[in-house]
């Protein structure tokens, strides 16, 4: 792993480019406490669960995502910026290693193996090779980059060390604060080294409730000391006389405190809560002044060394750079997902609209055209494994804009998306539900597979069970054909995919497809081609079946992804096109009939859990993954020449193909090229309508290629130069 950039063009191949269009980071990790961590006025970095985002300000003072670090394989636990050279940032991990990295370069710089696991991080500000961390066990250590060695200043005692800060005015003192509620302050000198114990009593305080959630060192004092319980006690401290000076009981909701840094004797506490920020003078007891500046509760709250811009991450995750002293935001992210996101669906009704369902148990509805956060729902019932879209029109009293939700807790939540609430929890399984899928025919239906061996059928208008099918092992893909009627397919624990026929009455299931050596993860109908499906397993291998075969219905076996294989998803226009997302990180973009593997993406850090198109775009690809981040990207480059024959006015027949035809023709070459989906041929029928050429123009363009902020204004504006009207934007 490494440091990645963003906007990369993969590949060389013209046939089958993919361009990154759009990218939204992940949402602010809620795991752990120093997730967050400033290099100077005009730099900042946090953590989602697996990689590093860092932002600078770019040349119109804005602040922008600049690197995406991904070199951790399992959960990071703290950020640190090197405080006198804004290349360097620390990072730790539940791997048991420090790591640093050169952000200005792009690369990974050094690593430190530790014998235990640490959980916090802070950089000296007065010897820039000195880092020191605290462990899970509650010992403090402090590691010497340059000379590859430390040295112990705190014993291990069987209670974490939550957070380590250096003195900025006092070289060698450190303080520390523990799970159980306890503060310490060291000098490192080996000579004058001492422990300054700060044990307040906590009375009928829960013990999870007691531990120290930060440690503040005073800007303008050498020996001032701020300590912040979870919860809500605050206490000031002498570091030189050892007494507590103050003490402030806020109540539950402390989230964070920092000094500030233009006021002294002033401080700021965060809200967990609410994004309510209070000031606080050391002098009384009740805050000076409460400022609102989110709906959401934070997270963490620290400003960048000698400024009063505040860099704040909330318990939505997002992630924001707050200026106190103008009371205005100068940068706020979008509330991306906290954890890995399983699962991305476009909605039938608007190719712009894109849920999400993800390990944080929220389900995201997304703008494509802008990739803002629409809103948030969390239905409650665990984690999100996977979400499915009514088909448009609906029937059988749900509303058009329902969305099914698989859960982790084992019920399946209905949602109403304009209303943002539940609707109904249909209670068919006894565990983890690992996917569902709503009959495009029949709208009443849907259907589930879950860890109990069981696949169910049901209505969802009522929640009644139409059928029950019993696996002999766990039962996780299922998908229902465009083409033919309630035929269904599953995948299960035994490498096993089953046809069912619901057409039937009695023996639905009319086909057992065999050749996968290990559990089958996915299935996908094709949307072209009847009787043709994919599947995806545990084995590595991505099989495409053909139901009605007499012999083996094994049409193609493509290897390639080095783990298990997990997305899957069908081109809305071109038959032969298939693309796999696996746990080995990657996307790959198959030709089947070849079985072949066009073009490899490498951009995602770790597992690619879920892929999409909608066919009314089918040349925009998003992806989901266990880096936290959903992507989107443009394969407009694969059919370069049907757009330009489409521009140029060319017979719509040198744009389209018959299925069959598309099938036989051999090469996957731009000029081989030819669309086979219903929503081409519609185009080609509203382009015939068209009377003015911009118009034409908007209509191949929004289909080709993907949406974009500030198109439709464009497209207005071009239309009423066109006719000679004066537009006027409003």
């Given at each position: 792993?490494?440091?990645?950039?963003?906007?990369?063009?993969?590949?060389?191949?013209?046939?089958?480019?993919?361009?990154?269009?759009?990218?939204?980071?992940?949402?602010?990790?809620?795991?752990?406490?120093?997730?967050?961590?400033?290099?100077?006025?005009?730099?900042?970095?946090?953590?989602?669960?697996?990689?590093?985002?860092?932002?600078?300000?770019?040349?119109?003072?804005?602040?922008?995502?600049?690197?995406?670090?991904?070199?951790?394989?399992?959960?990071?636990?703290?950020?640190?910026?090197?405080?006198?050279?804004?290349?360097?940032?620390?990072?730790?991990?539940?791997?048991?290693?420090?790591?640093?990295?050169?952000?200005?370069?792009?690369?990974?710089?050094?690593?430190?193996?530790?014998?235990?696991?640490?959980?916090?991080?802070?950089?000296?500000?007065?010897?820039?090779?000195?880092?020191?961390?605290?462990?899970?066990?509650?010992?403090?250590?402090?590691?010497?980059?340059?000379?590859?060695?430390?040295?112990?200043?705190?014993?291990?005692?069987?209670?974490?060390?939550?957070?380590?800060?250096?003195?900025?005015?006092?070289?060698?003192?450190?303080?520390?604060?523990?799970?159980?509620?306890?503060?310490?302050?060291?000098?490192?000198?080996?000579?004058?080294?001492?422990?300054?114990?700060?044990?307040?009593?906590?009375?009928?305080?829960?013990?999870?409730?007691?531990?120290?959630?930060?440690?503040?060192?005073?800007?303008?004092?050498?020996?001032?000391?701020?300590?912040?319980?979870?919860?809500?006690?605050?206490?000031?401290?002498?570091?030189?006389?050892?007494?507590?000076?103050?003490?402030i009981d806020m109540g539950s909701g402390l989230a964070a405190l920092s000094w500030l840094p233009s006021a002294p004797g002033n401080?700021?506490?965060?809200?967990?809560?609410?994004?309510?920020?209070?000031?606080?003078?050391?002098?009384?007891?009740?805050?000076?002044?409460?400022?609102?500046?989110?709906?959401?509760?934070?997270?963490?709250?620290?400003?960048?060394?000698?400024?009063?811009?505040?860099?704040?991450?909330?318990?939505?995750?997002?992630?924001?750079?707050?200026?106190?002293?103008?009371?205005?935001?100068?940068?706020?992210?979008?509330?991306?997902?906290?954890?890995?996101?399983?699962?991305?669906?476009?909605?039938?009704?608007?190719?712009?609209?894109?849920?999400?369902?993800?390990?944080?148990?929220?389900?995201?509805?997304?703008?494509?055209?802008?990739?803002?956060?629409?809103?948030?729902?969390?239905?409650?019932?665990?984690?999100?494994?996977?979400?499915?879209?009514?088909?448009?029109?609906?029937?059988?009293?749900?509303?058009?804009?329902?969305?099914?939700?698989?859960?982790?807790?084992?019920?399946?939540?209905?949602?109403?998306?304009?209303?943002?609430?539940?609707?109904?929890?249909?209670?068919?399984?006894?565990?983890?539900?690992?996917?569902?899928?709503?009959?495009?025919?029949?709208?009443?239906?849907?259907?589930?597979?879950?860890?109990?061996?069981?696949?169910?059928?049901?209505?969802?208008?009522?929640?009644?069970?139409?059928?029950?099918?019993?696996?002999?092992?766990?039962?996780?893909?299922?998908?229902?054909?465009?083409?033919?009627?309630?035929?269904?397919?599953?995948?299960?624990?035994?490498?096993?995919?089953?046809?069912?026929?619901?057409?039937?009455?009695?023996?639905?299931?009319?086909?057992?497809?065999?050749?996968?050596?290990?559990?089958?993860?996915?299935?996908?109908?094709?949307?072209?081609?009847?009787?043709?499906?994919?599947?995806?397993?545990?084995?590595?291998?991505?099989?495409?079946?053909?139901?009605?075969?007499?012999?083996?219905?094994?049409?193609?076996?493509?290897?390639?992804?080095?783990?298990?294989?997990?997305?899957?998803?069908?081109?809305?226009?071109?038959?032969?096109?298939?693309?796999?997302?696996?746990?080995?990180?990657?996307?790959?973009?198959?030709?089947?009939?070849?079985?072949?593997?066009?073009?490899?993406?490498?951009?995602?850090?770790?597992?690619?859990?879920?892929?999409?198109?909608?066919?009314?775009?089918?040349?925009?690809?998003?992806?989901?993954?266990?880096?936290?981040?959903?992507?989107?990207?443009?394969?407009?480059?694969?059919?370069?020449?049907?757009?330009?024959?489409?521009?140029?006015?060319?017979?719509?027949?040198?744009?389209?193909?018959?299925?069959?035809?598309?099938?036989?023709?051999?090469?996957?070459?731009?000029?081989?090229?030819?669309?086979?989906?219903?929503?081409?041929?519609?185009?080609?029928?509203?382009?015939?309508?068209?009377?003015?050429?911009?118009?034409?123009?908007?209509?191949?363009?929004?289909?080709?290629?993907?949406?974009?902020?500030?198109?439709?204004?464009?497209?207005?504006?071009?239309?009423?130069?066109?006719?000679?009207?004066?537009?006027?934007?409003?």
């Amino acid at each position: 792993g490494g440091v990645l950039s963003l906007h990369r063009l993969i590949g060389p191949s013209v046939s089958c480019a993919m361009q990154i269009c759009s990218i939204v980071a992940s949402g602010v990790q809620p795991w752990n406490q120093q997730v967050c961590a400033t290099g100077g006025p005009s730099r900042f970095a946090y953590c989602s669960s697996l990689a590093i985002y860092t932002y600078k300000l770019d040349a119109f003072n804005e602040f922008t995502l600049d690197k995406i670090i991904a070199g951790h394989k399992d959960r990071i636990t703290a950020l640190t910026w090197d405080p006198r050279n804004p290349r360097f940032l620390a990072s730790c991990s539940v791997e048991r290693r420090i790591s640093i990295w050169d952000v200005s370069g792009e690369k990974h710089f050094k690593t430190f193996p530790l014998p235990e696991m640490p959980l916090c991080l802070d950089w000296s500000p007065h010897a820039d090779s000195e880092i020191a961390y605290g462990t899970e066990s509650g010992s403090v250590h402090i590691l010497d980059h340059n000379k590859k060695e430390s040295f112990l200043i705190q014993e291990s005692y069987g209670v974490p060390t939550k957070i380590v800060r250096f003195n900025p005015k006092v070289k060698g003192m450190i303080a520390v604060g523990d799970a159980d509620g306890n503060a310490y302050v060291y000098r490192t000198d080996p000579i004058h080294r001492r422990r300054l114990q700060f044990s307040g009593e906590h009375p009928n305080v829960p013990k999870d409730e007691r531990s120290v959630l930060d440690v503040q060192w005073d800007p303008l004092s050498s020996n001032y000391l701020l300590v912040g319980l979870a919860y809500g006690s605050v206490g000031l401290y002498d570091a030189d006389s050892e007494t507590e000076l103050k003490r402030i009981d806020m109540g539950s909701g402390l989230a964070a405190l920092s000094w500030l840094p233009s006021a002294p004797g002033n401080f700021i506490t965060a809200d967990g809560r609410s994004g309510v920020v209070r000031i606080w003078n050391i002098s009384q007891k009740t805050p000076m002044e409460m400022i609102r500046v989110k709906k959401s509760g934070f997270h963490s709250f620290l400003f960048a060394r000698g400024t009063e811009r505040a860099l704040c991450a909330f318990r939505d995750g997002s992630v924001g750079v707050y200026d106190m002293t103008r009371r205005r935001w100068e940068f706020l992210g979008e509330p991306g997902h906290t954890e890995t996101i399983f699962d991305c669906q476009f909605s039938p009704g608007d190719p712009d609209v894109l849920a999400t369902g993800s390990f944080d148990g929220s389900v995201k509805l997304w703008n494509t055209a802008t990739m803002q956060c629409m809103d948030t729902l969390r239905p409650n019932e665990g984690v999100i494994y996977s979400v499915a879209w009514a088909p448009s029109p609906i029937s059988g009293g749900a509303p058009e804009d329902s969305l099914l939700c698989a859960s982790s807790n084992g019920p399946i939540v209905l949602c109403d998306i304009r209303r943002a609430q539940t609707i109904s929890r249909f209670t068919h399984h006894k565990d983890s539900v690992f996917r569902v899928s709503w009959n495009s025919f029949d709208r009443s239906l849907a259907a589930s597979c879950s860890r109990d061996c069981t696949c169910v059928v049901f209505r969802v208008d009522s929640g009644t069970i139409v059928q029950k099918f019993k696996f002999p092992k766990a039962a996780f893909g299922c998908d229902w054909s465009t083409l033919q009627r309630n035929m269904l397919a599953t995948g299960c624990q035994d490498g096993i995919v089953r046809i069912f026929d619901l057409n039937k009455k009695s023996d639905c299931l009319v086909k057992q497809l065999k050749g996968h050596t290990d559990r089958v993860f996915n299935t996908v109908w094709s949307p072209l081609l009847p009787n043709v499906l994919v599947s995806g397993s545990d084995d590595k291998t991505v099989r495409v079946w053909d139901t009605s075969r007499t012999g083996d219905p094994c049409v193609a076996v493509m290897h390639g992804h080095s783990e298990n294989v997990r997305a899957l998803v069908w081109s809305p226009e071109l038959p032969w096109l298939v693309m796999s997302g696996s746990w080995d990180g990657t996307i790959r973009i198959w030709d089947f009939r070849a079985r072949a593997c066009l073009r490899i993406i490498w951009d995602h850090h770790a597992d690619v859990y879920g892929l999409a198109c909608h066919p009314e775009r089918p040349f925009v690809l998003a992806s989901t993954s266990r880096d936290t981040t959903l992507r989107i990207w443009s394969m407009e480059g694969m059919v370069a020449v049907p757009k330009m024959r489409a521009l140029l006015g060319s017979n719509w027949n040198t744009v389209v193909m018959g299925v069959e035809a598309a099938m036989a023709s051999p090469g996957t070459l731009p000029a081989d090229m030819h669309l086979s989906g219903n929503a081409s041929r519609n185009l080609g029928q509203r382009i015939k309508a068209c009377k003015s050429e911009i118009q034409r123009a908007q209509l191949i363009f929004e289909f080709f290629s993907p949406p974009c902020s500030g198109t439709r204004e464009m497209w207005n504006l071009a239309m009423s130069f066109e006719s000679g009207i004066a537009f006027i934007l409003t």
